[in-house]
Nanobody
Framework: QVQLVESGGGLVQPGGSLTLSCVFS????????MGWYRQDPGKQRELVAA???????KYADSVKGRFRISRHNANNTLILQMNSLNVEDTAVYYC?????????????????WGQGTQVTVSS
């Protein structure tokens, strides 16, 4: 089991930046893929960005060139740097982790979720 705790959400104006952090603990050595997902009320949860063992990274088309995901094993942190934010980026953002045993966290979400952090982009 992996525990995930997000932080860094908030209110930002269009064009602004925010950095989300996810601290992971527990059986973190078993992690295969990690990612950020987001969900607006009434919509499905969608992948924003993911990183897996070996360093492969992928992004949703809507955030390419604006967001950057990075995993820092030295301090057990997953970071999402978000730039040039627009109102369509408003959502609850969730940290996610999958394990090698299940081969999750890359093509499919892992079984471990954080509690979510609200990002609101508004003038």
């Amino acid at each position: 089991q992996v525990q995930l705790v997000e932080s860094g959400g908030g209110l930002v104006q269009p064009g602004g930046s925010l950095t989300l952090s996810c601290v992971f603990s527990g059986s973190y050595w078993a992690i295969y893929g990690m990612g950020w997902y987001r969900q607006d009320p009434g919509k499905q949860r969608e992948l924003v960005a993911a990183v897996r063992d070996g360093g492969d990274i992928k992004y949703a088309d809507s955030v390419k060139g604006r967001f950057r995901i990075s995993r820092h094993n030295a301090n057990n942190t997953l970071i999402l740097q978000m730039n040039s934010l627009n109102v369509e980026d408003t959502a609850v953002y969730y940290c996610n982790a999958g394990t090698r045993a299940a081969s999750t966290g890359w093509d499919t979400p892992g079984e471990n979720w954080g509690q979510g952090t609200q990002v609101t982009v508004s003038s």
